[in-house]
């Protein structure tokens, strides 16, 4: 409506500015060539001057009637009426108005026409001049079209300015709601949880305050409960020492207590059994020691010393340690070669190697004849050693166990080999897992990773 409204104010303009120019100029021509009774002569200045407005120019009587038309064959043919238009006629000749424009119509067309008094030099009232515009479609399509734009970009704008008023309106209040939840996801219970710090009043401070609370209480029960796991560990610890003590200990009371008999007695024999006697008591202690020696290499797992070295190598050297083990057949499986270096401690990585083949050793039964399998091999970025055995396996219901110290599937044993085992691999950054099949035997898999570019640069 106000494209329409606006389009027609410009058109009654521009056809009200075309009228006064129109009528300064006949005027001044019809006052000079004295042509107002003659109709052929004023149509001929009516069509020239239609010709250089650009617009039709027709003359009325003082009663209404055609006098004279730049396009008289409007007329002729009953397009137009000869008659001057009813309310024109009206607003000029009662109501005296010195212009007046409206809409008029022929057929389905629609225009503009505009009426004025024509006067002489005296001011006398002679006739009525009349001019039509026909306003062209295409402009006012195209101002239609231009308004549309203006007012789509307008929309467009607007739109992209709620959207961006809106999402930070939106981070103004979820800011601390995300703060909490970078908070929340951020809890550890291995290590310090820093409070929020939140200066508002308002509904989120109150959640703040919880979360605050809920933290504290958080690493006072973190440190309760790494206090009982660590009295817990110690107590395992001891129980498990003690266990170790007392088995060697037993025999070795024995023996004493036989050499005291056998003292007493004076038999001839005494020197042999005296020799029985000693040997088991140095085998006993041998065990102390050695039980002595896991327990102090789990406690203080020394630091690793990586150094770059080939691993297939090493891998050859642990394995021809164990060829001579009987009634078992050891095969080696080694795919790397002399440019395949990983970046560990080469003692400890000794220790595992050796640690696994000899649990491979001891899971297979005395009435079985075993069979051991070691391979390594270079898979993606990282190297993968296996050593596989047709052992007795791992129940099941121990698989969840099989790294935690102190727990073991044999009669005798520390249990810290495979724990010890699992420190080396990780402190190495590497991984250790394994698949059993109770009765078939167990896979023990260590994942090691290639070193980086800059370690292997001399």
Same mark, same amino acid.
């Given at each position: 409506y106000y494209i329409l409204s606006e389009n027609k104010s410009n058109n009654e303009g521009l056809l009200s500015e075309k009228v006064s120019s129109v009528l300064i100029e006949l005027t001044h021509k019809l006052e000079k060539e004295q042509a107002m009774g003659d109709k052929q002569k004023l149509e001929l200045y009516l069509e020239k001057f239609a010709k250089v407005f650009f617009t039709d120019i027709n003359l009325y009587s003082l009663d209404?009637?055609? %006098?004279?038309?730049? /396009?008289?064959q409007v007329f002729n043919r009953g397009l137009l009426s000869q008659q001057m238009n009813p309310e024109a006629f009206q607003a000029l000749s009662f109501? $005296? +108005?010195s212009r007046f424009i409206h809409e008029e119509r022929i057929g389905g067309l629609q225009y503009l026409s505009a009426y004025v008094p024509f006067m002489d030099s005296n001011k006398k009232v002679l006739a009525y001049l009349n001019l039509p515009y026909f306003a062209k479609q295409t402009e006012l399509e195209d101002e239609l079209s231009r308004f549309l734009v203006t007012v789509i970009n307008v929309l467009v704008l607007l739109f992209v300015l709620s959207i961006l008023v809106a999402v930070l309106i939106s981070n103004w209040i979820t800011r601390p709601l995300q703060l909490l939840k970078d908070n929340l996801a951020a809890i550890r219970l291995d290590r310090t949880n820093k409070p929020i710090d939140y200066e508002g009043s308002d509904e989120i401070a109150s959640l703040v305050r919880e979360y605050n609370s809920k933290v504290e +209480? @958080?690493?006072?029960?973190a440190e309760l409960l790494a206090k009982s796991e660590r009295e817990s560990a110690w107590r395992e610890m001891a129980k498990q020492v003690a266990h170790e003590i007392k088995?060697? @200990? $037993?025999?070795m009371k024995l023996s004493i207590q036989y050499l005291q008999k056998s003292r007493l007695d004076e038999g001839e024999d005494w020197e042999s059994r005296f020799k029985r006697s000693t040997d088991m008591l140095i085998e006993q202690i041998d065990t102390l020691s050695s039980i002595a020696t896991a327990f102090s290499d789990f406690a203080q797992m020394p630091k690793a010393q990586n150094e770059l070295f080939e691993l297939g190598t090493l891998v050859e050297q642990v394995v021809d340690l164990f060829s001579e083990e009987p009634d078992v057949s050891l095969y080696l499986n080694n795919e790397l070669s002399s440019l395949d270096k990983v970046l560990a401690d080469k003692d400890q990585m000794t220790r595992l190697l050796t640690n696994l083949i000899k649990n491979a050793l001891q899971s297979i039964p005395d009435d079985q004849e075993g069979r051991i399998d070691v391979e390594v091999v270079s898979k993606g970025h990282?190297?993968? @050693? +296996?050593? /596989?055995?047709?052992g007795s396996g791992i129940p099941s219901d121990m698989h969840d166990k099989i790294f935690v110290p102190n727990f073991t599937t044999k009669s005798t044993g520390t249990g810290l080999g495979l724990a010890m085992s699992k420190? %080396?691999? +990780?402190q190495a950054g590497? /991984? %250790?897992w394994f698949t059993s099949k109770e009765g078939k035997g167990t896979s023990f898999y260590v994942s090691l990773p290639f070193p980086e570019a800059s370690d292997l640069e001399p």
């Open positions: 209404g009637k055609l %006098i004279a038309s730049s /396009r008289p109501k $005296t +108005e +209480e @958080l690493q006072h029960n088995n060697p @200990l $037993t025999p990282q190297y993968i @050693l +296996e050593v /596989r055995d047709n420190n %080396i691999v +990780e590497g /991984r %250790i």
